[in-house]
């Protein structure tokens, strides 16, 4: 893996330090948690096939429901990463979209769709992931697709319940099997970076950011009539961001995010229009948004969705990249204009290149 070159003395603000110093901490030592060689293939291939199977399911059963795209970001990063912070919370993996889906159709059901909705949405969802300390940030994605997309059936939470149950008991056999082959070696600072973006964060104060951020793109949602600039993912993703600013892995380089993003749903709208929505469909999506984080050297689950959002549209046309797009570009400036911001109000002081949790 190349290194990327740090600036001899980059700035650091004291109130960065600080908070520097409790994601060390939370940082600290730990054996590796991906896996490495033969077994890391086997892994993605097992994510590309659990999704597969679903999407099979889905078919043969006529339960669309059952097709929830998150499931492509726990399944891709619990098989990869059986020490990970999400394959060691089966339980709030299996439990928590179920929750937030709940509220997500009871929201679909009983208010009309706009500004108002989306925020309450999100803010119960977050609420949600919060109060349970969940890791599982995906679960905020159940909560919102059902509105996005219009979905009120009662039937959905259920579904959400299988295909998690099915993800938590098929990663508990593999972990079984893969942990005992992992080596016993300290984690890498890009795994510990990993597994602190998923974490739960233990403050609050960057909330209300990421309402700002949800308030301004639902006015976009409604000016333009186009749902999918805030596709359901980019909420998870702006909830990792907003919430772990100092150790945004890509901030250094804002255009992989949205160019990444725009890439995948170009790839999964283009096998739905070209082969239906289905298993062929499904395994080209998913490996193709595989392959494209690792050309991009981003480790983001979330942004596997994007790819697997128009299996579930109504009508998925070429809009549906260019929204991605659109939504995409508007979280990497709100949320660089966010760190700077912070930089500004904490002033500033030198810092060593070990201090500045980069890991791009």
């Known amino acids: 893996m190349a290194v990327v070159p740090q600036p001899k003395n980059p700035v650091i603000h004291p109130g960065e330090e600080k908070q520097q110093a409790r994601d060390a901490s939370a940082l600290g030592p730990k054996l590796v948690s991906t896996l490495r060689g033969p077994l890391a293939a086997v892994a993605q291939l097992l994510s590309i096939g659990y999704l597969a199977l679903i999407s099979l399911l889905s078919s043969l059963s006529g339960a669309g429901l059952l097709f929830f795209p998150e499931l492509a970001a726990l399944a891709y990063d619990g098989y990869a990463r ?9 339980g709030f993996l299996t439990f ?24 309450l949405v999100t803010v119960l969802c977050v609420f949600i992931v919060q109060i349970l300390r969940s890791p599982v940030a995906p679960a905020i994605s159940a909560g919102i697709l059902p509105l996005m997309t219009g979905l ?154 994007i790819g697997l959002i128009p299996q579930i549209l109504e009508k998925p046309g070429w809009n549906y990249p260019l929204a991605v797009l659109g939504g995409s570009i508007v979280l990497a400036f709100v949320f660089l204009s966010y760190r700077s911001v912070l930089r500004r109000n904490w002033g500033g002081r030198r810092r060593s290149p070990s201090e500045t949790g980069n890991c791009a």
């Open 82 to 90: 059986p020490r990970g912070t999400w394959a060691s919370a089966l």
């Open 96 to 119: 928590t979209p179920v929750l937030t889906a709940i509220v997500g159709v009871a929201i679909t059901n009983w208010l009309p769709f706009g500004i108002v909705s989306i925020l």
């Open 152 to 305: 009120g059936s009662w039937w959905y939470p259920p579904a959400i319940l299988c295909g998690t149950g099915a993800l938590a008991l098929s990663l508990f056999v593999w972990k079984r099997f893969a942990i005992p082959r992992m080596p016993h070696l300290e984690a890498s600072e890009r795994e510990r970076v990993d597994d602190q973006l998923e974490r739960i964060p233990r403050r609050w104060d960057w909330i209300p950011a990421l309402l700002i951020f949800v308030t301004g793109v639902s006015a976009l949602v409604v000016l333009t009539g186009e749902r999918m600039i805030l596709y359901p993912p980019l909420v998870v993703i702006a909830f990792e961001m907003f919430a772990h600013p100092h150790i945004c892995p890509w901030a250094r380089r804002p255009a992989r995010f949205p160019l990444a993003a725009f890439l995948s749903a170009l790839v999964g709208t283009a096998a739905v229009i070209t082969l239906g929505p289905g298993v062929v469909a499904t395994l080209l999506s998913m490996a193709a948004g595989i392959l494209i984080l690792r050309a991009f050297d981003l480790h983001m689950p979330p942004a596997l969705a």
